[in-house]
Nanobody
Protein backbone atom coordinates (compact mmCIF):
# COMPACT_ATOMS: atom_id res chain seq x y z
CA UNK A 1 0.00 0.00 0.00
CA UNK A 2 1.38 3.37 -1.05
CA UNK A 3 1.62 5.76 1.88
CA UNK A 4 3.20 9.11 2.66
CA UNK A 5 3.53 10.35 6.23
CA UNK A 6 4.50 13.91 7.10
CA UNK A 7 5.99 15.00 10.42
CA UNK A 8 7.86 17.93 11.91
CA UNK A 9 5.18 20.59 12.00
CA UNK A 10 4.55 22.80 14.98
CA UNK A 11 4.46 26.32 16.36
CA UNK A 12 7.39 28.60 15.55
CA UNK A 13 8.06 32.29 15.98
CA UNK A 14 8.49 34.56 12.95
CA UNK A 15 12.03 34.28 11.65
CA UNK A 16 12.36 30.74 12.94
CA UNK A 17 12.99 27.48 11.13
CA UNK A 18 11.38 24.07 10.79
CA UNK A 19 12.20 20.92 8.87
CA UNK A 20 9.31 18.80 7.67
CA UNK A 21 9.78 15.15 6.80
CA UNK A 22 7.78 12.96 4.46
CA UNK A 23 8.42 9.24 4.81
CA UNK A 24 7.24 6.96 2.01
CA UNK A 25 6.21 3.35 2.41
CA UNK A 26 4.93 0.77 -0.04
CA UNK A 27 6.99 2.24 -2.88
CA UNK A 28 10.43 3.69 -3.58
CA UNK A 29 10.71 7.42 -4.07
CA UNK A 30 13.86 7.34 -6.21
CA UNK A 31 12.15 7.83 -9.57
CA UNK A 32 9.13 9.78 -8.35
CA UNK A 33 8.53 13.47 -8.77
CA UNK A 34 7.89 14.85 -5.28
CA UNK A 35 6.51 18.05 -3.93
CA UNK A 36 5.26 20.00 -0.96
CA UNK A 37 1.90 21.74 -0.98
CA UNK A 38 0.15 23.83 1.65
CA UNK A 39 -3.36 24.90 2.51
CA UNK A 40 -4.01 27.94 4.66
CA UNK A 41 -7.39 28.48 6.37
CA UNK A 42 -9.99 29.56 3.84
CA UNK A 43 -7.65 29.11 0.89
CA UNK A 44 -7.08 26.48 -1.76
CA UNK A 45 -4.19 24.07 -1.55
CA UNK A 46 -1.20 25.41 -3.46
CA UNK A 47 2.08 23.97 -4.67
CA UNK A 48 5.05 25.30 -2.72
CA UNK A 49 8.10 23.44 -3.95
CA UNK A 50 8.46 20.45 -6.28
CA UNK A 51 11.36 18.36 -7.53
CA UNK A 52 11.82 16.20 -10.60
CA UNK A 53 14.61 13.59 -10.38
CA UNK A 54 14.87 13.12 -14.14
CA UNK A 55 16.48 16.50 -14.73
CA UNK A 56 17.08 17.65 -11.16
CA UNK A 57 14.65 20.47 -11.74
CA UNK A 58 13.10 22.32 -8.82
CA UNK A 59 10.14 24.69 -8.90
CA UNK A 60 9.36 27.14 -6.10
CA UNK A 61 6.41 29.39 -5.57
CA UNK A 62 7.71 32.96 -5.52
CA UNK A 63 6.97 33.65 -1.86
CA UNK A 64 9.34 30.94 -0.58
CA UNK A 65 12.32 31.46 -2.86
CA UNK A 66 15.49 31.87 -0.84
CA UNK A 67 13.80 30.55 2.31
CA UNK A 68 12.62 26.96 1.58
CA UNK A 69 14.57 24.06 0.15
CA UNK A 70 13.67 20.48 -0.71
CA UNK A 71 15.94 17.50 -0.26
CA UNK A 72 15.59 13.75 -0.29
CA UNK A 73 17.34 10.83 1.34
CA UNK A 74 16.78 7.84 -0.91
CA UNK A 75 18.29 5.49 1.67
CA UNK A 76 15.58 6.52 4.12
CA UNK A 77 12.93 6.87 1.40
CA UNK A 78 12.19 10.32 2.82
CA UNK A 79 11.75 13.81 1.43
CA UNK A 80 12.40 16.92 3.50
CA UNK A 81 11.25 20.53 3.39
CA UNK A 82 13.66 22.89 5.12
CA UNK A 83 11.90 26.15 5.97
CA UNK A 84 13.86 29.19 7.16
CA UNK A 85 12.91 32.77 7.99
CA UNK A 86 9.32 31.70 8.49
CA UNK A 87 6.60 34.31 8.24
CA UNK A 88 3.03 34.36 9.61
CA UNK A 89 1.75 33.94 6.04
CA UNK A 90 3.49 30.56 5.90
CA UNK A 91 0.95 29.24 8.42
CA UNK A 92 -0.85 26.31 6.80
CA UNK A 93 -1.25 22.57 6.73
CA UNK A 94 1.64 21.20 4.68
CA UNK A 95 1.21 18.12 2.52
CA UNK A 96 3.75 16.08 0.62
CA UNK A 97 2.93 14.53 -2.74
CA UNK A 98 4.56 12.01 -5.03
CA UNK A 99 3.88 10.99 -8.60
CA UNK A 100 5.38 8.01 -10.40
CA UNK A 101 6.19 9.93 -13.53
CA UNK A 102 8.88 12.49 -13.95
CA UNK A 103 9.57 13.67 -17.50
CA UNK A 104 11.96 16.61 -17.89
CA UNK A 105 10.48 19.82 -16.63
CA UNK A 106 7.90 18.05 -14.51
CA UNK A 107 8.59 19.91 -11.26
CA UNK A 108 6.63 22.98 -12.32
CA UNK A 109 3.81 20.88 -13.78
CA UNK A 110 3.41 18.89 -10.57
CA UNK A 111 3.28 21.98 -8.36
CA UNK A 112 0.87 23.84 -10.62
CA UNK A 113 -1.42 20.93 -11.55
CA UNK A 114 -0.94 18.33 -8.84
CA UNK A 115 -4.41 18.73 -7.38
CA UNK A 116 -5.95 17.73 -10.71
CA UNK A 117 -3.83 14.60 -11.21
CA UNK A 118 -5.71 11.60 -9.82
CA UNK A 119 -2.67 9.33 -9.61
CA UNK A 120 -0.73 11.63 -7.26
CA UNK A 121 -0.22 10.15 -3.80
CA UNK A 122 -0.74 12.47 -0.80
CA UNK A 123 0.18 12.46 2.85
CA UNK A 124 -2.23 13.39 5.62
CA UNK A 125 -0.65 16.79 6.29
CA UNK A 126 1.15 18.46 9.17
CA UNK A 127 0.26 21.82 10.71
CA UNK A 128 2.76 24.67 10.66
CA UNK A 129 1.87 27.76 12.67
CA UNK A 130 4.06 30.85 12.60
CA UNK A 131 3.14 33.23 15.38
CA UNK A 132 4.68 35.27 18.16
Amino acid sequence: QVQLAESGGGLVQPGGSLRLSCAASGFTLDDYAVGWFRQAPGKEREGVLCFSPTDGGTWYTESVKGRFTISRDNAKNTVYLEMNDLKPEDTAVYYCAAHDTSPPGYAAFLCLNGLAIHSVSWGQGTQVTVSS
